[in-house]
T-cell receptor, first 113, second 114 residues
Framework: DQQVKQNSPSLSVQEGRISILNCDYT??????FLWYKKYPAEGPTFLIS?????DKNEDGRFTVFLNKSAKHLSLHIVPSQPGDSAVYFC????????????FGGGTRLMVKP | KAGVTQTPRYLIKTRGQQVTLSCSPI?????VSWYQQTPGQGLQFLFE???????NKGNFPGRFSGRQFSNSRSEMNVSTLELGDSALYLC?????????????FGSGTRLTVV
């Protein structure tokens, strides 16, 4: 049972446009959500996170939106840059259950110059 | 400051052998977690250690084990290797238990079982 899903395995956008990456979850116990960026042969790098008490969090070009009723979160990157090309993972955790993260399958983002 | 260090970076083993992977967390970080990444299953949680105690364990067979030392360094061991154990094994550290937003990953150990 996949508790965190990223239904789009890949996404291609033009440089300067908005990239929107989506993530759905099924476990209502999740109360903290994170996005990671990963390049081949490297570990994931933390991008941005959001607590379930919020519905939006911004950090520079990155904004994460959380819709608890729909159990859906999205990552917006504006404007997209070629250096953003990577695999993006969303992850979820239960705050009092330690550091165990449940990851989605990832979305490969390609930003074309 | 130095990041999370995993050794070795690459490893080739034969079916039936055992392997030990090492992780040195960021200085001051006391929680260490391990993940397995495969093309088919994605990133899956293996286990988490804090203060030399296993705090959480993922859904993996008993062939996968780990430990944490008093200096917070951690090792994971896989016995009786199977072809399906070929994966990128990632270690992540954070300051405290439950401090998930402070996670920093290492670059991983690429294990190939032949």
């Amino acid at each position: 049972d996949q508790q965190v899903k990223q239904n789009s395995p890949s996404l291609s956008v033009q440089e300067g446009r908005i990239s929107i990456l989506n993530c759905d979850y099924t476990n209502s116990m999740f109360d903290y959500f994170l996005w990671y960026k990963k390049y081949p042969a490297e570990g994931p790098t933390f991008l941005i996170s959001i607590s379930s008490i919020k519905d939006k969090n911004e950090d520079g070009r990155f904004t994460v939106f959380l819709n608890k009723s729909a159990k859906h979160l999205s990552l917006h990157i504006v404007p997209s840059q070629p250096g953003d090309s990577a695999v993006y993972f969303c992850a979820a955790s239960v705050h009092n259950a330690g550091n165990m993260l449940t990851f989605g399958g990832g979305t490969r983002l390609m930003v074309k110059p | 400051k130095a990041g999370v260090t995993q050794t070795p970076r690459y490893l080739i083993k034969t079916r039936g052998q055992q392997v030990t992977l090492s992780c040195s967390p960021i200085s001051g970080h006391r929680s260490v977690s391990w993940y397995q990444q495969t093309p088919g299953q994605g990133l899956q949680f293996l286990f988490e250690y804090f203060s030399e105690t296993q705090r959480n364990k993922g859904n993996f067979p008993g062939r996968f084990s780990g430990r944490q030392f008093s200096n917070s360094r951690s090792e994971m061991n896989v016995s009786t290797l199977e072809l399906g154990d070929s994966a990128l094994y990632l270690c992540a550290s954070s300051l405290e238990y439950g401090d998930g937003y402070g996670y920093t990953f290492g670059s991983g150990t690429r294990l190939t079982v032949v």
